[in-house]
């Protein structure tokens, strides 16, 4: 069974950062390394439905960002520690949300994967509140 376990989220001022980490474990992750699996980020703010915010080949060289956190967010991986992150700087208000970490299996080590369908296993989520 490969879980994924976000860190905690938090408050912070529109304009502050805050850096979110998701760890990838289970029973030998399925057989498969941790880089074997393609990661990203997604969100859902109340009332809303659940959007992407970024994505992460296998590899770390192939990122996926969506319009409005370019230049602001930034995914990367640490495949030793089985982690991911999500810097996220510039934070406004309307990055209000709760965070979700997702990863799937792929063969293709620069896959980025940007659709939630596509995403295996998930977080339970962590609540990231950015006030004005």
């Known amino acids: 069974q490969v879980q994924l376990v976000e860190s905690e989220g938090g408050l912070v001022q529109a304009g502050g950062s805050l850096r979110l980490s998701c760890v990838l474990s289970?029973?030998?992750?399925?057989?498969?390394?941790?880089?074997?699996?393609?990661m990203g980020w997604f969100r859902q703010a109340p009332g809303m439905e659940r959007e992407f915010v970024a994505a992460?080949?296998?590899?770390?060289?192939?990122?996926s960002y969506r319009d409005s956190v370019k230049g602001r967010f930034t995914i990367t991986r640490d495949n030793v520690k089985s982690t991911v992150y999500l810097q996220m700087n510039t934070l406004k208000p309307e990055d209000t949300a709760v965070y979700y970490c997702?990863?799937?299996?792929?063969?293709?080590?620069?896959?980025?994967?940007?659709?939630?369908?596509?995403?295996?296993?998930w977080g339970l989520g962590t609540q990231v509140t950015v006030s004005s």
């Open positions: 997702a990863g799937r299996y792929v063969g293709d080590p620069t896959r980025v994967v940007v659709t939630d369908l596509y995403y295996e296993y």
């Open positions: 289970g029973r030998s992750l399925n057989n498969y390394a941790m880089d074997m699996y393609a």
């Open positions: 992460i080949s296998r590899n770390g060289a192939y990122t």
